[in-house]
T-cell receptor, first 116, second 111 residues
Framework: ETGVTQTPRHLVMGMTNKKSLKCEQH?????MYWYKQSAKKPLELMFV???????ENNSVPSRFSPECPNSSHLFLHLHTLQPEDSALYLC???????????????FGPGTRLTVT | SQQGEEDPQALSIQEGENATMNCSYK?????LQWYRQNSGRGLVHLIL?????REKHSGRLRVTLDTSKKSSSLLITASRAADTASYFC???????????FGKGTLLTVNP
């Protein structure tokens, strides 16, 4: 395993539900990421937390709300989703050192989300 | 905007053959990375090549980088059925924390 866990692995929710995705990394990294992967589209970066501060929000609709309480945990809170939000949601972590070019990212297994 | 673009989109070969996948990108980079994804699972990092490197090896993997052409290739030698997966290149756009992924190449290795 990669040292990044995600729960739940599968989630089916109605458009009026509220749910949360959880990610935990056991690698001592200081950056965490949420990605969305839809069929036939490139992996889309949604949010980045760097040293626990959100440094990236790629025009993600407000029905997705991230939370990073500490450097090991990352949540994605979901509410009033649309069917087109059905996708594989991937969490990743990496080490970020100032002034040093990027390192590899470690991914969790993903949460398969279906919005009905 | 999308940075890495893999080519071909799909590749089917017989076990034992070599598989070559290509990636083109648009802007300057610090490094380029290749990842593998089994169906419905997370991505696994394979190899990282820095902009000042031209070739790198890891086991049966060989990666080349041509910064003048803004392109990279991933060669898997003596392929196995277990190599069946999608392969993605990712570039860092000179960021120290953000990667941009392509759509990937789906490799099928037939036993």
């Amino acid at each position: 395993e990669t040292g990044v866990t995600q729960t739940p692995r599968h989630l089916v929710m109605g458009m009026t539900n509220k749910k949360s995705l959880k990610c935990e990394q056991h690698l001592g990294h200081n950056a965490m990421y949420w990605y969305k992967q839809s069929a036939k589209k490139p992996l889309e970066l949604m949010f980045v937390y760097n040293f626990k501060e959100q440094t990236e929000n790629n025009s993600v609709p407000s029905r997705f709300s991230p939370e990073c309480p500490n450097s090991s945990h990352l949540f994605l809170h979901l509410h009033t989703l649309q069917p087109e939000d059905s996708a594989l949601y991937l969490c990743a972590s990496s080490q970020v050192d100032l002034g040093v070019s990027s390192y590899e990212q470690y991914f969790g297994p993903g949460t398969r989300l279906t919005v009905t | 905007s999308q940075q890495g673009e893999e080519d071909p989109q799909a590749l089917s070969i017989q076990e034992g053959e070599n598989a070559t996948m290509n990636c083109s990108y648009k802007t300057s980079i610090n490094n380029l990375q290749w990842y593998r994804q089994n169906s419905g699972r997370g991505l696994v990092h394979l190899i990282l090549i820095r902009s000042n490197e031209r070739e790198k090896h890891s086991g049966r993997l060989r990666v080349t980088l041509d910064t003048s052409k803004k392109s990279s290739s991933l060669l898997i030698t003596a392929s196995r059925a277990a190599d069946t997966a999608s392969y993605f290149c990712a570039t860092d756009d000179r960021s120290n924390y953000k990667l941009t992924f392509g759509k990937g190449t789906l490799l099928t290795v037939n036993p």
